[in-house]
């Protein structure tokens, strides 16, 4: 088996429950998040993406939130499926790096049919 | 978007050796760069490389260790010297696109396993 995500928080929901991965980033002058979901075997994939002067940005099936008093992130997706079940990162840019990311712990999400 | 491909996918190497991984992506880009991600964990950025440049490593890494080379827009090499069991990671590289938006894509990395 694949050894990513092996010892990452883990959250087990049921299929079309909404789920909510939180994420706590570092650099309060930072002023670009994205979220990525990484499948067994793949590299990151872009999900959803926020700049600093919003507070949420809605996509399909997810949203994300920032809260940039506590410098926290969250991903909801709404009726989570199966093919969800993949590891979460959130990602920060650095101001002094463009396009150089810094990327959170990471998620597990587990989705039981 | 950018497709991107790495070679190898995977492999298993003694210590001592070294090993180069591959990075092709289907069209010219700038910014490219390889990152880390150890067992378990996140992705660490270890080098940006651009092309007519040298790469910029990050701390902790260094070019004796980690040689990268960045002969054109579309391709890059990342090599990983004298390798320890510490070094087995997945290594991924990713570019950075400006437009229409500012995203980076990953390729689906390399799994190194150093015994």
Not at chain 1, 92 to 110: D, H, I, N, P, S
């Amino acid at each position: 088996g694949e050894s990513v995500g092996l010892h990452l928080p883990t959250l087990s929901v049921q299929e079309g429950d909404n789920s909510i991965i939180n994420c706590a980033y570092s650099n309060s002058a930072s002023d670009y998040f994205i979220w990525y979901k990484q499948e067994s075997g793949k590299g990151p994939q872009f999900i959803i993406d926020i700049r600093s002067n919003m507070d949420k940005r809605q996509g399909q099936r997810v949203t994300v939130l920032l809260n940039k008093t506590v410098k926290h992130l969250s991903l909801q997706i709404a009726a989570t499926q199966p093919g969800d079940s993949a590891v979460y990162f959130c990602a920060e840019e650095l101001l002094e790096g463009f396009q150089k990311l810094v990327f959170g712990t990471g998620t597990r999400l587990l989705v039981s049919p | 978007s950018a497709v991107i491909s790495q070679k190898p996918s995977r492999d298993i190497c003694q210590r001592g050796t070294s090993l180069t991984i591959q990075c092709q992506v289907d069209s010219q880009v700038t910014m490219m760069f390889w990152y880390r991600q150890q067992p378990g964990q996140s992705l660490t950025l270890i080098a940006t490389a651009n092309q007519g440049s040298e790469a910029t490593y990050e701390s902790g890494f260094v070019i004796d260790k980690f040689p990268i080379s960045r002969p054109n827009l579309t391709f890059s090499t990342l090599t990983v010297s004298n390798m320890s069991p510490e070094d087995s990671s997945i290594y991924l590289c990713s570019v950075a696109i400006t437009s229409p938006y500012n995203e980076q894509f990953f390729g689906p990395g390399t799994r190194l396993t150093v015994l």
